[in-house]
C-alpha cells in the first residue's frame, strides 16, 4: 500500500510543478486529467478498497470519475463561440 | 486428498457490499452526484469568460493547493494502516497502534483545515467574496462546502478514535471504523479532482 502512496505524492507533485512552471497548455490539460484519473481510481480501488466488492459498486467511483472528467474535458476542449 | 490439503492459494471471494455501513456509502454516492454538478459547473462556467478565469486563477497560492493535496493523501494513506493493523491482529497493543495511526490521520486533517483558514483569511483581507467574480464565486463554494467535509470527517474520525482506543473494534468487528475511513477517503477523492481542477488547469 506504500507503493500506491508513492504513486499518489508523485502525480501531485508532477501536478504541481506543471502548475508552477506554468506549463500548462492543452497538452498538458489532457495529462492533468488522466493523472487526476489514475489518482482518484487509485484512492477508490485501494484506499476505499473497492477492488475486493462486486463490480457494481466497483464501478460507480469509477463511472463517477469518466463522466465528470470527460464533461470537464469537453469544456476546455470544445471552442469558445465568440 | 481434502481441499485442506491443497497447496494451491484460494481467490478471496469478492464482498458483495462495499466496505463498512452501506448507510455512508449513500451519502457518499450523494455527495459525488453534488460535488459532479459543482465540478462540472466551474468547468463550463469558465467558458463564459476564459480571461477572467485565468486572471483569477492567478491569485491564488499554488503552493497551499498542493500542500493540502498531501496532507488528505497521507491522512488517507494512515487510516489504510489503522485498518490494516485491526484487521490482521487481535492482541492488547492492537488497538493502541491502530488508534495511533488514526490520531495521526486526525493531525494532518487538522492542519489542512489550520491551512485552509489561512488561505481563506488572505483571500477575505483582499476583500474577495462570493460576488467578486463568477471565478472566486465557484472557488469559495467548492472550497468552503470541501472544508465543512473536512470538519464532519474529523468529528466522525475522533469517536472512530475513541472507540478504538478502548479497544472497541477487533479482527472480526471493524466496520464502524471502516465506514469513517470511507467518508474521510471521499474527502480526499474529491479533493484530489478539485486541486487540479481549481488550482492548476487553465
Do not use: C
Not at chain 1, 469537453?74 to 463561440?81: D, K, N
Not at chain 2, 451519502?27 to 469568460?49: K, N, P, S
Not at chain 2, 492542519?111 to 472566486?136: P, R
Not at chain 2, 479533493?191 to 481549481?198: C, D, K, Q, S, T
Request: proline share 3%; hydrophobic share 55%.
Amino acid at each position: 500500500m506504500r507503493n500506491i502512496w508513492i504513486i499518489l505524492v508523485s502525480l501531485t507533485l508532477f501536478a504541481f510543478l506543471i502548475g508552477w512552471f506554468k506549463l500548462v497548455n492543452s497538452f498538458f490539460v489532457a495529462i492533468l486529467l488522466v493523472t487526476t484519473f489514475i489518482k482518484a481510481h487509485l484512492v477508490s480501488e485501494y484506499f476505499m478498497n473497492l477492488k475486493s466488492v462486486t463490480l457494481n459498486y466497483r464501478l460507480i467511483p469509477t463511472m463517477w470519475l469518466i463522466i465528470v472528467l470527460s464533461a470537464i474535458a469537453v469544456a476546455y476542449y470544445l471552442p469558445v463561440a465568440n | 486428498m481434502t481441499t485442506s490439503n491443497n497447496k494451491d492459494p484460494q481467490p478471496i471471494p469478492k464482498s458483495i457490499l462495499p466496505p463498512g455501513d452501506f448507510a455512508i456509502w449513500i451519502i457518499i454516492y450523494v455527495e459525488l452526484v453534488t460535488f459532479a454538478g459543482l465540478f462540472i459547473g466551474y468547468a463550463f462556467a469558465r467558458r463564459g469568460d476564459v480571461e477572467l478565469f485565468n486572471q483569477s486563477q492567478l491569485m491564488l497560492d499554488q503552493r497551499s493547493g498542493f500542500i493540502n493535496t498531501l496532507i488528505l493523501i497521507t491522512s488517507s494513506y494512515f487510516l489504510v494502516k489503522a485498518i490494516h493493523i485491526i484487521k490482521t491482529s487481535d492482541n492488547e497493543k492492537t488497538s493502541i497502534m491502530a488508534s495511533r495511526w488514526i490520531l495521526a490521520a486526525m493531525v494532518l486533517g487538522s492542519s489542512f483545515i489550520v491551512f485552509k483558514t489561512i488561505e481563506f483569511s488572505d483571500k477575505f483581507e483582499q476583500g474577495i467574496t462570493l460576488s467578486t467574480n463568477t471565478f472566486f464565486m465557484f472557488y469559495i463554494i467548492l472550497t468552503v462546502f470541501h472544508f465543512m467535509h473536512v470538519l464532519l470527517g474529523l468529528i466522525i474520525l475522533y469517536n472512530v478514535y475513541k472507540k478504538t482506543k478502548i479497544g472497541g473494534y477487533s479482527t472480526k468487528d471493524h466496520s464502524g471504523m471502516e465506514t469513517g475511513a470511507s467518508y474521510w477517503h471521499l474527502v480526499d477523492l474529491l479533493w484530489i479532482v478539485l486541486f487540479p481542477l481549481i488550482y492548476i488547469m487553465r
